[in-house]
């Protein structure tokens, strides 16, 4: 499979004589290829991307990127450390303002229309910073009540959020006591208490132990199956093989590739695909003075 075809039209750019056929990498929605006016874009598309920059200074790390998420998807975002996945995420959940372009969230526009967007989304942040001097079960609660939830239905969710998290015994302890591993949990309960549509998570594995991703993953796959979308950002591509159905490669603020998981990977491993595209492999025989006696 040509990877060069497939940078091409993710970006927009795909060539005339790729007209027989539908482009292998297509990161526009059916949409926008203008077919089928029945469904409303607003809902067939979880999360749009439009020619989406940002710099610091003079600096630009995203580079004018566009990307549809499809509704009802499970959608991985990988790529190398600084190839501008937080940044892009953080554009797309309105935590940062884009330097150019836009980003809606369900055909509502995240940067004109913030509130409305941001009552779609259930964000984990990277590098989360949590209230920490709150209990566990204060901090969902917390979370609940700005979202505007009654007391009694943010009650009823931060209970099932920490049974579901397996924090029940330490809902009363505080936050800033917890492990690495329950700090990313109760982010993650605190990010899904209001019930969004779309689920936008920052290597919501890191520092989680096998057993709780588990439980994570079929709680994500249930939310899919019943009509929502996640998108996670994750450096290990074993994991976004086995638990997503779409993928994109960023590297150096670009999209090399989006499209299914089979698409992307074709015959190989994503692994493979992805150190195949974004390269930097490095060809040595190792640190001559480690190990040496
Ligand atoms: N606030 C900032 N000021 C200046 N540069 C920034 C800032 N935030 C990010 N960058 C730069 O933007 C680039 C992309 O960073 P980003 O955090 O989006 O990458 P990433 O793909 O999420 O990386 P990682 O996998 O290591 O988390 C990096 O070169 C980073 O140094």
């Known amino acids: 499979m040509d990877r060069d075809t497939n940078h091409l039209s993710t970006t927009g750019q795909q060539p005339a004589s790729d007209a027989g056929g539908p482009p292998p990498f297509d990161t526009t929605s059916p949409d926008r290829q203008g077919t089928d006016a029945a469904s409303a874009p ?29 509704s009802g998807s499970m959608y991985g975002l990988v790529g190398r450390n600084g190839a501008g996945k937080t940044t892009t995420l953080s554009m797309a959940t309105g935590l940062l303002r884009p330097t150019s372009g836009s980003v809606s969230i369900r055909g509502i526009d995240v940067w004109q229309r913030p509130r409305e967007a941001k009552s779609l989304v259930g964000v984990l942040p990277d590098g989360v910073h949590l209230f920490d001097r709150l209990t566990g079960r204060q901090l969902i609660t917390y979370a609940g009540l700005l979202h505007g939830l009654d007391k009694e239905t943010v009650s009823e969710r931060s209970e099932d959020l920490l049974k579901a998290m397996d924090l029940t015994d330490s809902a009363n302890t505080t936050v800033t006591d917890y492990s690495a591993g329950m700090r990313k949990k109760i982010a993650l309960a605190s990010a899904m208490v209001h019930a969004p549509k779309v689920l936008v998570l920052d290597e919501p594995f890191e520092s989680v132990d096998p057993v709780s991703a588990s439980n994570i993953r079929d709680i994500l796959a249930g939310f899919v199956r019943n009509g929502g979308t996640v998108v996670v950002s994750s450096h290990v591509m074993d994991l976004v093989q086995r638990m997503c159905d779409h993928v994109a490669i960023m590297n150096q603020g670009s999209i090399l590739a989006a499209g299914t998981v089979d698409e992307v990977r074709g015959e190989s491993s994503l692994e493979d695909v992805f150190v195949d595209l974004v390269g930097g492999r490095v060809e040595s025989e190792g640190i001559s003075w480690l190990g040496t006696s």
């Not at 989406?52 to 990307?67: C, K, Q, T």
């Open 42 to 70: 607003s809902v067939r598309e979880a999360i749009r991307i439009d020619s989406l920059s940002r710099a610091f200074g003079d600096r630009e790390v995203v580079h004018g990127i566009d990307l549809t998420i499809p």
